[in-house]
Structure formats: C-alpha cells, structure tokens
C-alpha cells in the first residue's frame, strides 16, 4: 500500500509561481514512477508531468512545457512540481500518482495504480 499527500497549493495572481509537494509512504519510492495530473471543474483528470524513477528523464503535457518543472528526491521519497508564469487556465485540483509496475508511457490515467488526494491550485487576480 502507498500513501501519497499533496501540500503546496493554492491562490496565485497570473504570472506567479508555486512548487506543489507529494510526500509518499513506502520504501520503494525509488521503484515507482511519478506523476502530476490536474483536474478544472467539469473536465477530465488530465495527465500534466512524470519522472521516472531515477529522475533523469522528465517529460509533459504540452501545456505545461517550459513553465512547469518536476523533480524528485528519492533519499525523501517525495516528488515536486515546480509551477512558473502560472495561467488562469492553469486552475484546477492537482493530484500525484504512483506508478508503481512502471510498463507504459507514464502519460495515461490508468497507468497510475495509488492518487493523492489532490490540492487545489487557483490562479486569479
């Protein structure tokens, strides 16, 4: 069993900037690939960022690319997203994932075997 808790979000102006945090439980975070989707009020839970489980390769949706950066420490066993020139489009409820029989692309909902229980990201003047 794998416990995920999200922490860093909430109300930012357009242009700024949060780092969201996933602290998980177990002692094979190491093994697991991670992931970052987001959810805005009456759409899909959409796929945002992963890292695999060495941290070397990242990769995004395009929406985000360039602005958002995520990153892992294995030693803490937790996996960050760093959120830069936020949008309002950017609004939504953000949830980690924990692959933990890593076998796709790392992109897809069902892929992901334990969620967080999300944190909130509200982008807004």
């Known amino acids: 069993q794998v416990q995920l808790v999200e922490s860093g979000g909430g109300?930012?102006?357009?242009?700024?900037s949060?780092?969201?945090?996933?602290?998980?439980?177990?002692?094979?975070?190491?093994?697991?690939?991670m992931g970052w989707f987001r959810q805005a009020p009456g759409k899909e839970r959409a796929f945002v960022a992963g890292i695999?489980?060495?941290g070397?390769?990242?990769f995004y949706a395009d929406s985000v690319?360039?602005?958002f950066t995520i990153s892992r420490d294995n030693?803490?066993?937790t996996v960050y997203l760093q959120m830069n020139s936020l949008k309002p489009e950017d609004t939504a409820v953000y949830y980690c994932a924990a692959d933990t029989l890593p076998h796709g692309s790392g992109r897809y909902r069902h892929e992901y075997d334990y969620w967080g229980q999300g944190t909130q990201v509200t982008v807004s003047s």
């Not at 109300?11 to 700024?16: A, R």
């Open 65 to 67: 690319k360039g602005r």
């Open 52 to 54: 695999i489980r060495s």
């Open 11 to 16: 109300l930012v102006q357009p242009g700024g």
């Open 18 to 33: 949060l780092r969201l945090s996933c602290a998980a439980s177990g002692r094979t975070f190491s093994s697991y690939v």
């Open 75 to 77: 030693a803490q066993n």
């Open 56 to 58: 070397d390769y990242t």
